[in-house]
């Protein structure tokens, strides 16, 4: 696991920070709106280790005692890992480093997603709703809405998706300025992790040293755009990020 320090710099300037000021506010009122409508016991987490569902499990937690008045409240968020097929070595020591940082047990789930979420809704009845770290940027998710049902055919939740209108900029402007953990990983040029079998360093972070190949950090990564160029090919619902929600696409959410 590596702990975010203030602002890393590469040579005297800051690169590629963007103010995060309106996208935290508007989370923490959609976060606000979902523990108003839901209790704590009907919702549940899911978590893939990656920088998105790291931020909102951090925002979630900060929401959670500041409206319960609890700072042991995380020990009551249930947090789901999703395990992909064929994780990183690196993904998993960071899942167990996650849980002691937050003082949080993950449950882990790994298989197809409709089973998995079947399961997850059959196992606890209570559960109603699933916080997700889907950004707008990610496929099939320029439309979704805050709050969304899953599509008819799958099993009923409600998505809510605090951090649709963050940038990839500003997830690591708030992992940087709040000292949010991250897998190391992003340390060595991954921008976007799926599983060993489909996700490379990022090609955009390549420089040569010494006659070899190396990678900067994700968060030098100049052209959000190219956030996913490492990525082999599109996730599939295979690997336990998408969840198709009512307007008919598959909305996902990416590490």
């Not at 549940?44 to 951090?58: A, E, I, P, Q, R």
């Not at 690196?90 to 002691?100: D, N, P, R, S, Y």
Request: proline share 5%; hydrophobic share 35%; with cysteine.
């Amino acid at each position: 696991m590596r702990k975010a320090h203030a602002m890393p710099k590469r040579g005297d300037v800051i690169i590629n920070y963007e103010d995060t000021a309106t996208v935290i506010a508007e989370s923490e009122q959609i976060l606000r709106q979902c523990f108003s409508q839901f209790r704590l016991d009907e919702v549940f987490l899911s978590f893939n280790g990656g920088k998105d569902c790291t931020v909102l499990l951090d925002l979630t937690i900060n929401i959670l005692k500041d409206m319960f008045n609890k700072d042991d409240i995380a020990k009551d968020l249930k947090v789901i890992y999703m395990r992909s097929i064929g994780p990183f070595r690196e993904m998993e020591t960071f899942i167990e480093e996650i849980e002691a940082h937050y003082k949080i047990k993950l449950s882990v789930v790994e298989g197809e997603m409709k089973s998995v979420l079947e399961n997850i809704l059959e196992t606890d009845r209570r559960l109603k709703a699933c916080l997700m770290g889907t950004r707008r940027t990610d496929p099939y998710s320029q439309n979704m809405n805050f709050l969304q049902k899953t599509d008819p055919s799958w099993p009923q939740v409600i998505r809510v998706s605090p951090l649709l209108n963050w940038s990839y900029h500003q997830i690591w402007t708030y992992i940087h300025e709040r000292q949010v953990p991250y897998c190391s990983l992003y340390d060595i040029g991954y921008t976007s992790i799926g599983n060993t079998h489909n996700t490379l360093p990022n090609p955009a972070l390549a420089y040569h040293v010494n006659g070899h190949i190396a990678y900067r950090p994700a968060w030098l990564l100049t052209d959000p755009a190219l956030e996913r160029a490492g990525r082999k090919t599109t996730q599939s619902k295979q690997n336990g990020r998408s969840i198709p929600v009512s307007n008919g696409e598959t909305a996902q959410s990416t590490l």
